[in-house]
C-alpha cells in the first residue's frame, strides 16, 4: 500500500479489494480508501475524504462501501464506488470500536467491541445491532453472551462470532440463528484470539493474525464446526484486514505494536484451495498415521475390510508442492517408488468423502 496501516477495515468488490480508515505508519488517521486491483497487482487511492475512524467496519452492498463504528465516532459513512461520493446514513446510536460486522440479505450486523457511546475502551459491549439498508434504520438484536471486542461472518444463515478480548483472549465461538432470532451453539477453541482477521469460503471461516500469536493461521469448518490450525510464513501481523478471491487468502496491513509506527505496509496472498490446505495442515490429524517404505516394498497399503474399490490420492512435500499423484485400490500396495526420497503428505478421500492425510516417510 501506500502507506503502512493498522486497525483498518476492507471489502471485496469483483476484482477489487478496498481498504478503509485506520491509522497509518506515519502517525496520524488514514481518513481514504486505497484500492487493490487483484488482476493488475497494483495500488491506487481513491479520492473520498472519510471521517477518521480506527477500529472500525466496513461492508459492501450493491457497489457501495458502508463504513460505521470505529472508537468515538457514531456516524455512517457510504461510499460510491462508481463515482467516489461520500453521502451519510443513519446515526449509529449504540456504536463502538474494536467490533465484529458481517452482511445477509440488505442487512448489517454489528456486534460487541468497546467504548459503547464514547464510553472508556476498557468497558467491553454485549450489543448486537443491524443496520437496514433499504430503510436506512438501525434495530437492536438479542445481546452476545459474552461481551468483547470481537469479529464474525456469516455462513448458510448463521452467524458466527469467533474469539476477541475482554481482558483476555478469548476461546469462545458464539453462533446466532439468523432465521431462529436465537444465539444458538457455542464451541471452545484449544486457545483464545484476538486482534484477528476473517474472511470466508465456502463452509470455512479463515483467521488469520491476532495479538498475542502474529502468525496465527487457521479455519474453522461449520459443517464439522471443528478448528484446523495451519502453518505458512505469514509476516507477523495484528488488526489487519482479509479478503478471499478465487481460492486465494489476502492480508494487508496490519500492525506489530501498539505504535503507529509498526503499522504494515505489505500485502500476501496465499493459496487456500483443498489441496493446499491439505499439505499445510499441523493439526495432530495430520499426523495420526505415518508409514514408513522400503526398498522391498516401496509403497503401503490402505487397509480396508469393507471396501476394494480404487481411490484417486495426491502426495505432496511438507512446503505444500505436489509431488504425485495417481490411483490406487484399498488392500493392495500403493506404489511410490516415483517419488524422490524425502517425507510427504499422502492425501485421499475416503468412501465417505473425508480428506485423509497420512505422514509418509520414504
Same mark, same amino acid.
Given at each position: 500500500?501506500?502507506?503502512?496501516?493498522?486497525?483498518?477495515?476492507?471489502?471485496?468488490? /469483483?476484482?477489487?479489494?478496498?481498504?478503509?480508515?485506520?491509522?497509518?505508519?506515519?502517525?496520524?488517521?488514514?481518513?481514504?480508501?486505497?484500492?487493490?486491483?487483484?488482476?493488475?497487482?497494483?495500488?491506487?487511492?481513491?479520492?473520498?475524504?472519510?471521517?477518521?475512524?480506527?477500529?472500525?467496519?466496513?461492508?459492501? &452492498?450493491?457497489?457501495?462501501?458502508?463504513?460505521?463504528?470505529?472508537?468515538?465516532?457514531?456516524?455512517?459513512?457510504?461510499?460510491?464506488?462508481?463515482?467516489?461520493?461520500?453521502?451519510?446514513?443513519?446515526?449509529?446510536?449504540?456504536?463502538?470500536?474494536?467490533?465484529?460486522?458481517?452482511?445477509?440479505?440488505?442487512?448489517?450486523?454489528?456486534?460487541?467491541?468497546?467504548?459503547?457511546?464514547?464510553?472508556?475502551?476498557?468497558?467491553?459491549?454485549?450489543?448486537?445491532?443491524?443496520?437496514?439498508?433499504?430503510?436506512?434504520?438501525?434495530?437492536?438484536?438479542? /445481546?452476545?453472551?459474552?461481551?468483547?471486542?470481537?469479529?464474525?461472518?456469516?455462513?448458510?444463515?448463521?452467524?458466527?462470532?469467533?474469539?476477541?478480548?475482554?481482558?483476555?483472549?478469548?476461546?469462545?465461538?458464539?453462533?446466532?440463528?439468523?432465521?431462529?432470532?436465537?444465539?444458538?451453539?457455542?464451541?471452545?477453541?484449544?486457545?483464545?484470539?484476538?486482534?484477528?482477521?476473517?474472511?470466508?469460503?465456502?463452509?470455512?471461516?479463515?483467521?488469520?493474525?491476532? #495479538?498475542?500469536?502474529?502468525?496465527?493461521?487457521? #479455519?474453522?469448518?461449520?459443517?464439522?464446526?471443528?478448528?484446523?490450525?495451519?502453518?505458512?510464513?505469514?509476516?507477523? @501481523? @495484528?488488526?489487519?484486514?482479509?479478503?478471499?478471491?478465487?481460492?486465494?487468502? &489476502?492480508?494487508?496491513?496490519?500492525?506489530?505494536?501498539?505504535?503507529?509506527?509498526?503499522?504494515?505496509?505489505?500485502?500476501?496472498?496465499? /493459496?487456500?484451495?483443498?489441496?493446499?490446505?491439505?499439505?499445510?495442515?499441523?493439526?495432530?490429524?495430520?499426523?495420526?498415521?505415518?508409514?514408513?517404505?522400503?526398498?522391498? @516394498? /516401496?509403497?503401503?497399503?490402505?487397509?480396508?475390510?469393507?471396501?476394494?474399490?480404487?481411490?484417486?490420492?495426491?502426495?505432496?512435500?511438507?512446503?505444500?508442492?505436489?509431488?504425485?499423484?495417481?490411483?490406487? #485400490? #484399498?488392500?493392495?500396495?500403493?506404489?511410490?517408488?516415483?517419488?524422490?526420497?524425502?517425507?510427504?503428505?499422502?492425501? &485421499?478421500?475416503?468412501?465417505?468423502?473425508?480428506?485423509?492425510?497420512?505422514?509418509?516417510?520414504?
Amino acid at each position: 500500500m501506500s502507506v503502512g496501516r493498522g486497525a483498518i477495515s476492507s471489502v471485496i468488490v /469483483d476484482d477489487n479489494i478496498y481498504v478503509s480508515n485506520g491509522y497509518k505508519d506515519t502517525d496520524g488517521n488514514a481518513n481514504f480508501i486505497e484500492k487493490y486491483s487483484i488482476k493488475d497487482n497494483r495500488w491506487s487511492v481513491i479520492n473520498s475524504t472519510l471521517l477518521p475512524k480506527r477500529f472500525a467496519n466496513s461492508e459492501t &452492498y450493491n457497489n457501495k462501501v458502508y463504513i460505521f463504528n470505529g472508537w468515538g465516532n457514531s456516524h455512517l459513512e457510504i461510499v460510491d464506488l462508481a463515482t467516489h461520493k461520500v453521502t451519510k446514513g443513519a446515526v449509529n446510536h449504540s456504536y463502538t470500536g474494536n467490533a465484529g460486522s458481517a452482511i445477509h440479505n440488505g442487512k448489517i450486523y454489528t456486534f460487541g467491541g468497546s467504548g459503547l457511546n464514547n464510553a472508556a475502551t476498557t468497558v467491553f459491549s454485549n450489543r448486537f445491532q443491524y443496520y437496514d439498508i433499504a430503510s436506512d434504520t438501525w434495530h437492536p438484536l438479542p /445481546d452476545m453472551p459474552k461481551a468483547r471486542e470481537t469479529k464474525g461472518k456469516i455462513v448458510n444463515d448463521k452467524l458466527y462470532v469467533i474469539g476477541g478480548f475482554n481482558g483476555t483472549s478469548s476461546r469462545l465461538i458464539d453462533v446466532y440463528d439468523l432465521n431462529k432470532n436465537l444465539w444458538t451453539e457455542q464451541y471452545t477453541m484449544p486457545s483464545g484470539i484476538s486482534g484477528h482477521s476473517l474472511a470466508v469460503s465456502g463452509n470455512k471461516i479463515f483467521i488469520a493474525g491476532g #495479538y498475542n500469536n502474529q502468525t496465527f493461521l487457521a #479455519y474453522f469448518d461449520t459443517e464439522t464446526n471443528k478448528l484446523h490450525q495451519l502453518s505458512s510464513n505469514m509476516i507477523p @501481523r @495484528r488488526h489487519a484486514a482479509a479478503e478471499i478471491y478465487n481460492n486465494k487468502l &489476502y492480508i494487508m496491513g496490519g500492525s506489530t505494536t501498539s505504535l503507529t509506527k509498526s503499522a504494515i505496509k505489505s500485502i500476501q496472498v496465499a /493459496d487456500i484451495s483443498e489441496e493446499a490446505l491439505s499439505a499445510a495442515a499441523t493439526n495432530e490429524d495430520v499426523f495420526k498415521s505415518k508409514v514408513y517404505t522400503n526398498a522391498q @516394498r /516401496d509403497g503401503f497399503t490402505i487397509s480396508n475390510k469393507n471396501n476394494s474399490n480404487q481411490f484417486e490420492y495426491i502426495v505432496y512435500t511438507l512446503d505444500g508442492k505436489e509431488a504425485g499423484k495417481g490411483f490406487a #485400490y #484399498y488392500n493392495q500396495n500403493i506404489d511410490l517408488s516415483k517419488v524422490p526420497r524425502g517425507t510427504y503428505i499422502f492425501t &485421499y478421500k475416503n468412501e465417505k468423502g473425508v480428506l485423509q492425510k497420512v505422514r509418509v516417510i520414504r
